[in-house]
């Protein structure tokens, strides 16, 4: 079942405003500290789980050790649907704002960019990690024709989460909600983190969305979905956004 359905030497990175074309690079946690210290001890950042995360995530743990002040987003606090979670997102930033960045994971990626979409006249710093941009696309190819029939018709679908006891049964609802917020617009400075071994969000779909906005950064790096072998890009992202 596909996750999210079930869910070195330091190269030239793409500049915020036009530039080149993503490359793939990856620098050391150690020389991301050398390089930005200060800013570590610095940073206030919302973080936004996957679908089938949660508050405990690891990438907020890691954020956390670099010194940053996170605030967890509890992204099932009003629904498991898109607009259920990006409403979560959004009372962070109402609430507790304001931020430097906004980070988010996955669904938690797409709910980032809806939630800041949502508020344009804000000074709005993005930081997506695969996000899942197109997600209804990627639930209707994962499932088939047959089996999204068959939810629709019933109205409920039974999932199972990687390494959770029991099945997650969601209603029809869930993804008609997703349709309208598929493909977020970027209004603010945003960067985006994807592995060139995703084999849960297609890279292109982040290609997708850093063609429709230009002004984006997309950084594409040797890894797979979750990203544990980059996190470090968080660093120099944050350090980007921030000088913009």
């Not at 079930?6 to 793409?14: D, L, Q, V």
């Not at 598929?182 to 063609?211: C, E, F, K, M």
């Not at 594409?220 to 944050?238: F, I, K, P, T, W």
Request: aromatic share 8%.
């Amino acid at each position: 079942m596909h996750p999210l359905v079930s869910t070195g030497e330091t190269m030239p990175f793409r500049p915020l405003f036009g530039g080149t074309s993503p490359v793939v690079w990856r620098c050391s946690e150690r020389e991301e500290t050398k390089r930005f210290g200060p800013l570590l001890r610095t940073m206030k950042v919302t973080f936004a789980h996957g679908l089938w995360s949660s508050t405990d995530s690891s990438k907020a743990a890691w954020m956390r050790a670099q010194g940053w002040e996170v605030v967890v987003v509890d992204m099932r606090k009003f629904g498991w649907d898109q607009m259920s979670q990006t409403r979560a997102v959004l009372e962070v930033i109402d609430e507790h704002g304001p931020f430097d960045l906004l980070v988010g994971s996955s669904f938690g990626g797409l709910a980032t960019a809806n939630a800041a979409a949502q508020r344009p006249h804000l000074d709005l710093r993005l930081v997506l990690l695969a996000p899942a941009f197109g997600y209804p696309e990627l639930v209707a190819s994962t499932l088939g024709k047959d089996a999204m029939l068959a939810w629709e018709t019933n109205d409920e679908h039974a999932f199972h989460p990687p390494g959770w006891d029991e099945p997650v049964i969601l209603p029809w609802s869930f993804f008609e909600r997703s349709r309208p917020l598929a493909w977020p617009a970027l209004p603010h400075p945003t960067a985006i983190l994807h592995g060139s071994a995703d084999d849960v969000v297609p890279l292109a779909n982040s290609q997708r969305a850093q063609a429709a906005h230009p002004h984006t950064v997309l950084r594409v790096v040797e890894d797979g979905h979750r990203l544990h072998e980059s996190l470090s890009e968080l660093v120099s992202l944050a350090h980007l956004l921030t000088m913009a």
